[in-house]
């Protein structure tokens, strides 16, 4: 593909309700991140999936968010019951490799309300 | 763990001015360096990073940063700005072995002034 796509672009939600984020990474490309990029905080990593290996979810700030990368290709990052706190950009990447340079998508900005 | 601090939150500086965007990182391990460039309302992109070798590295739009293990930094730095330069700057590490994962700093916001 041209670029990682991310949709939606926006999402506004109402507290409680789950959201759904979803990513598109760059074909051929085996590492994909999720960060959260929140205004004065920088960009917090959430998680990473890197081949078969096992997802490093030590990033995920509670048991309401979680993620899942299908087929080695797209992924999900879900947050259950969101909170106003949750609101913020969610930015994903992906790479070829270790060392490589991450590409970033557009991001999804989401408001809870 | 490995951490990175970018001590300066904003840095104004008049056009054609030089500017140098600090970073410094600590860890226990060697480590790969970037610079990430986020552009008003645009994506973030790569500017500049360091695997190996030369310690000091050049990027895209006239950037360059040195490599300094001793001081554990990586600043960034431009002899000459110009107004589309002003966005926000990211430093960001990670292990060369061991894991996918990077941490990124907070963040310089440079605004170039006419």
């Known amino acids: 593909g041209a670029g990682v796509s991310q949709s939606p672009s926006n999402k506004v939600t109402e507290k409680g309700k789950d959201v759904e984020l979803r990513c598109d990474p760059i074909?051929?490309?085996?590492?994909l991140y999720w960060y959260r990029q929140s205004l004065g905080q920088g960009l917090e990593f959430l998680i990473y999936?890197?081949?078969?290996?096992?997802?490093?979810k030590s990033g995920l700030p509670s048991d309401r968010f979680s993620a899942e990368r299908t087929g080695g290709s797209v992924s999900t990052l879900t947050i259950q019951r969101t909170q106003q706190e949750d609101s913020a950009v969610y930015l994903c990447?992906?790479?070829?490799?270790?060392?490589?340079?991450?590409?970033f998508g557009p991001g999804t900005r989401l408001l809870v309300l | 763990a490995q951490s990175v601090t970018q001590l300066d939150s904003q840095v104004p500086v008049f056009e054609e001015a030089p500017v140098e965007l600090r970073c410094n990182y600590s860890?226990?391990?060697?480590?790969?360096l970037f610079w990430y460039v986020q552009y008003p309302n645009q994506g973030l992109q790569l500017l500049l990073k360091?695997?190996?070798?030369?310690?000091l590295v050049k990027g895209i739009n006239g950037f360059e940063a040195e490599f300094n293990k001793s001081q554990t930094s990586f600043h960034l730095r431009k002899p000459s700005v110009h107004i589309s330069d002003t966005a926000e700057y990211f430093c960001?590490?990670?292990?060369?072995?061991?894991?996918?994962?990077?941490?990124f700093g907070t963040g310089t916001r440079l605004k170039v002034l006419a």
């Open positions: 999936f890197q081949g078969n290996s096992a997802p490093d």
């Open positions: 960001a590490v990670g292990r060369t072995s061991g894991t996918y994962k990077y941490i």
């Open positions: 074909s051929g490309h085996t590492a």
């Open positions: 860890s226990s391990v060697s480590v790969y």
């Open positions: 360091y695997l190996s070798g030369s310690t």
């Open positions: 990447a992906s790479s070829g490799g270790l060392g490589e340079t991450q590409y």
